[in-house]
């Protein structure tokens, strides 16, 4: 990361509530394609969420604790600050001397940027306004919320704009928490009613919509120079399973997520941007 960090911009997706199980299925069955081809081998990676629930986990996330592989570690981190007896940083590993990692991307030059989609990032009240106030810039409104069947086409587009009004040289750390999948995504079920409820299968056809329009958001990262990206979901969530509905709770479907990490190429030399 030493290497990417000042040269790549920065990009870190959170599929918010996604399932582990419900992303490995849909990416086997070619069903989000868009993603697929940027996943390795075109798998997801099975990962442990650092927490039940989305403000636990990103709080996590930005002091670099990111969901952490399903096998025995320790397991080098990508960012870590500065912490005696750390046995996850490695020589690979961005160390910061700041509390979080985007305040420690700030200090390298980064423009820091936040485009939220749950509660948690809504700016509304302190609560909803202590993840976007870490970043310099931040940016919520309904139409990128839980109600709104067109989110993530929404905040796309917001991103687009955050790219294009950047000068060239200036770095971005830009972080988008995709609201899709939580609770309520009946809406993205064909056929389905308020009255069906939310189910694993509208979990699922949230996940196919949002792959429907995340290779605008790449295609915008990488317009300027290399992006190293980060996808990954912060928890997931129970549809039954064991009688349990929902998250901020000890189970498999819950602490189970999938992650990606991969560079997206910039410009070919001599194209116009």
Do not use: K
Request: glycine fraction near 10%.
């Amino acid at each position: 990361m030493n290497e990417i960090v000042g040269s790549h911009d920065l990009l870190l997706v959170t599929l918010d509530t996604l399932r582990y199980d419900v992303a490995a299925e849909l990416a086997a069955a070619g069903r989000i394609p868009n993603l697929a081809r940027h996943l390795p081998a075109g798998r997801w990676e099975r990962r442990h969420a650092p927490g039940s629930f989305t403000y636990a986990s990103h709080q996590a996330i930005f002091a670099g604790f990111l969901p952490t592989p399903d096998a025995q570690g320790p397991h080098p981190r990508l960012f870590a600050a500065r912490f005696a007896g750390s046995e996850s940083t490695a020589d690979g590993t961005f160390v910061h001397d700041t509390p979080d990692l985007v305040a420690g991307l700030a200090e390298e030059g980064y423009r820091t940027v936040c485009v939220g989609g749950v509660g948690f990032f809504n700016g509304q009240g302190p609560l909803g306004s202590v993840l976007p106030g870490l970043f310099q810039e931040s940016h919520w409104e309904p139409a990128f919320g839980v109600a709104s069947p067109t989110s993530f086409e929404s905040q796309v587009t917001r991103a687009e704009e955050i790219v294009a009004a950047l000068p060239h040289e200036q770095r971005l750390f830009l972080f988008v928490n995709v609201s899709a999948l939580h609770q309520p995504n009946w809406f993205h079920l064909p056929g389905a009613t308020r009255e069906s409820g939310d189910t694993r299968a509208s979990h699922a056809a949230a996940l196919e919509y949002v792959d429907r329009h995340i290779g605008r958001l790449l295609a915008a990262m990488s317009s300027r120079r290399p992006c190293f990206a980060i996808v990954c979901s912060d928890h997931g969530t129970a549809y039954g399973e064991d009688g349990f509905t929902g998250h901020r709770l000890g189970h498999e479907v819950v602490w189970t997520v999938p992650y990606a990490h991969f560079v997206l190429e910039g410009p070919r030399p001599g194209a116009v941007a």
